[in-house]
């Protein structure tokens, strides 16, 4: 079973920047791609970003230019930095991984989340 240990998330000010780490742990055979994803009062969980283990990333417009995601592959983390945030950013991010090494794909594991908020 794969576990999933987020940090980072905590309260800032609009402009300001977070930087968002979650690492997998138990039994792992493989971890393909990795990702963040992000839950709003009264919002359906959306994708913020994800990145296989080769590098690919695919990132909602909505943080283009302003989030970057990155891996360490061999601690089996990601880390998603967040610049410039926006009060619209505040949800509660949940880190996921899977085997599949798919861009698009959605893991089947998924941590418990942490909440980023965004206000002045």
């Known amino acids: 079973q794969v576990q999933l240990v987020e940090s980072g998330g905590g309260l800032v000010q609009p402009g300001g920047s977070l930087r968002l780490s979650c690492a997998a742990s138990?039994?792992?055979?493989?971890?393909?791609?990795m990702g963040w994803y992000r839950q709003a009062p009264g919002y359906q969980r959306e994708l913020v970003a994800v990145i296989t283990s080769g590098g690919s990333t695919n990132l909602a417009d909505s943080v283009k230019g302003r989030f970057t995601i990155s891996r360490d592959n061999a601690k089996n983390a990601i880390y998603l930095q967040m610049n410039s945030l926006k009060p619209e950013d505040t949800a509660i991010y949940y880190c996921?991984?899977?085997?599949?090494?798919?861009?698009?794909?959605?893991?089947?594991?998924w941590g418990q989340g942490t909440q980023v908020t965004v206000s002045s």
């Open positions: 138990g039994t792992i055979f493989r971890i393909g791609a």
């Open positions: 996921n991984a899977g085997i599949k090494d798919i861009p698009g794909g959605v893991g089947d594991h």
